[in-house]
């Protein structure tokens, strides 16, 4: 039983770093919510989000972190680039909560088609430098605390499984939600404080890349 336990502690370990990682406000999250809500690609989105986390969390795991944590000068240039897309779809998120009409809980007006979707989640997702910073450097550096192959690889199923878990509850989860984003007033300060969010990430990431 002992042994079970400690065979089972990796997993237990990355599953537990990974959930505290990645609950929390984002302009992934935000984004993801927004698709369940609509319940307009809910799967493609949640699906593009745990498997970029976990292809990620294993090149970090598998030495990347400590490759990447040796050019900052990356990081800063991937932080400018996210930054400039994060204000992008600020200001595209403000945009409909001032205009009603595309607020309405039965349109999909915004939403687009799946690869359209996908491709705004992928911009979230790897132009974001917090998800190296989390996946690849700080998840990849606490795997190699592990004395062996085999733990470290059961501490990123575990991260892994973390991201699968959160993103597919929070997109399919959020129609839970749908009797309140029946209202068109709903929808405008959902996507006012999408706008906030991102502008905050945005200035965050610029302060502490380009100014420091």
Do not use: E
């Not at 897309?85 to 687009?112: C, E, F, N």
């Not at 004395?147 to 990123?156: E, G, I, K, Q, V």
Request: charged share 10%; net charge positive.
């Amino acid at each position: 039983m002992i042994a079970a336990s400690s065979a089972h502690a990796p997993f237990l370990a990355g599953l537990l770093l990974g959930a505290s990682l990645i609950v929390a406000i984002g302009a992934q999250n935000a984004f993801v919510l927004r698709q369940g809500l609509l319940q307009v690609h809910r799967f493609p989105v949640a699906l593009f989000c745990a498997l970029s986390d976990a292809m990620l969390i294993a090149a970090g795991v598998g030495g990347l972190g400590i490759a990447v944590g040796h050019h900052p000068r990356l990081l800063a240039l991937i932080a400018c680039i996210g930054a400039l897309v994060l204000m992008w779809y600020g200001v595209q998120a403000l945009r409909r909560a001032i205009h009603p009409k595309v607020l309405t809980a039965d349109t999909h007006s915004g939403s687009g088609g799946m690869w359209k979707v996908v491709a705004a989640c992928a911009g979230f997702t790897w132009l974001n430098p917090h998800v190296y910073l989390d996946t690849v450097l700080l998840i990849g550096s606490l795997a190699s605390g592990w004395p062996s192959p085999w733990p470290r690889t059961l501490f990123a199923v575990g991260a892994a499984t973390s991201s699968f878990i959160w993103f597919f509850s929070l997109a399919y989860g959020a129609r839970l939600l749908a009797p309140l984003f029946r209202k068109p007033m709903a929808w405008r300060v959902l996507d006012v404080l999408i706008a906030l969010v991102m502008w905050t990430i945005a200035i965050k990431l610029l302060l502490s890349f380009i100014v420091h």
